[in-house]
Each structure stands twice: as C-alpha cells, then as structure tokens.
C-alpha cells in the first residue's frame, strides 16, 4: 500500500477545512502549527519534509489541543530539543503519551505503520522505548474504552475509507 503526503493532505483538508478552518500542509524541516492571523485566514498544521509520519504526529497533537490552544502557535506547548535530560525526558513523555495513541490509531486507520518516538537520540542516557510504548498502548486502550474523540473519529473513518481498512478494535493494537 501507498501512503503518499498529498493523500494525507488531501483526505484531511476534505474532513477539517469547512468546519474547522485549518490545512494540512507540507513544510521544510520543522513542523509547526500556525493559527490563522492577519494574512493567512485560516489554521495550519505544517509538517516537515514530505514525512507521512510527521504529518499524522502533528495531526495527533493538533486533535488533542482543545479550542484555545488551537488559538496559539504551536499551541503554547513548550519543546526542550533533544539532548534531553532525564528528567526532562519524563517529561516530554508524560505530554507525548496522549498524541502518540492518537497518532497510532491514525496509523492503524491508514494501514501506515507506527513507531514510538522517544525523540531523544543525542541524551547522555537511553530512554527506555518499550516503557514508553507500553503507556502509549495503555492509552490506546483507554480511547477505545471511552470511544474515540471527534476529531480522532472524523480523521480515522477518513482514512479507513481512503485506504478501504476494516473497523479498528483494540485488540489490533500490539506492542512490538
């Protein structure tokens, strides 16, 4: 199967552009989220490099910010670079745990395949990946317990019709 940006672009500009005013669109080396402002009138999910995954991981966060952050560029969160810090990497963790099961679902949605991303490659320690994965998986689970968020939802059947993907259940999700 084929996961081409342009779809991607395509399938979530169709879903979101009417009723939410923002685009998808493709960026060089840093994705950013941009709110609409005095010269461009609409909202901007900007992903880096034609990366299909790039685009689902900002697409994720853009899902978990609610209405008022969506009114900040990059939606006020704070990024410390990689390099990170022990510490700071349990940080970085504890807000990615939430985007990161977005992102899944919306991998598995497109039948794209999803790694985990500690974002830390240059720390002086490793961070421990399956951990991590393994909290991302419990959220995973926890979003289908509760039902999947609108925006989640609305994106999700988006892609399973693209990509002709049968109804997700949790039991399709495994840690690996």
């Keep these: 199967m084929t996961h081409a940006y342009q779809d991607l672009i395509k399938i979530f500009n169709d879903t979101f552009l009417c009723g939410y005013n923002t685009k998808l669109e493709l960026g060089e080396d840093e994705p950013i989220y941009l709110p609409a402002d005095d010269t461009t ?3 901007r999910i900007v992903f880096a490099r034609g990366f299909y995954a790039s685009a689902l ?3 994720a966060h853009w899902c ?3 209405p ?3 009114l900040l560029e ?3 969160y704070w990024y410390e670079p990689d390099g ?3 510490q700071v990497q349990a940080e970085f963790e504890k807000v990615e745990i ?3 099961a977005y992102e899944w679902i919306l991998s598995m949605s497109a039948g794209f395949p999803f790694t985990v991303s500690c974002d830390n490659l ?3 320690f490793e961070p421990d990946r399956l951990a991590f994965m393994d909290k991302v998986h419990k959220e995973v689970e926890s979003i289908f317990q509760q039902g999947l968020p609108l925006r989640v939802k609305l994106l999700s059947d988006a892609l399973r019709d693209h990509y002709q993907i049968a109804e997700l259940s949790f039991e399709q999700f495994e840690v690996k």
Excluded: L, S
């Design 64 to 66: 978990v910010a609610g």
């Design 41 to 43: 009138p609409y909202h």
């Design 122 to 124: 240059n720390g002086d």
């Design 98 to 100: 939430r985007p990161q």
């Design 68 to 70: 008022k952050r969506r």
């Design 74 to 76: 990059d939606f006020g």
């Design 84 to 86: 990170r810090t022990e």
């Design 57 to 59: 991981h900002e697409i």
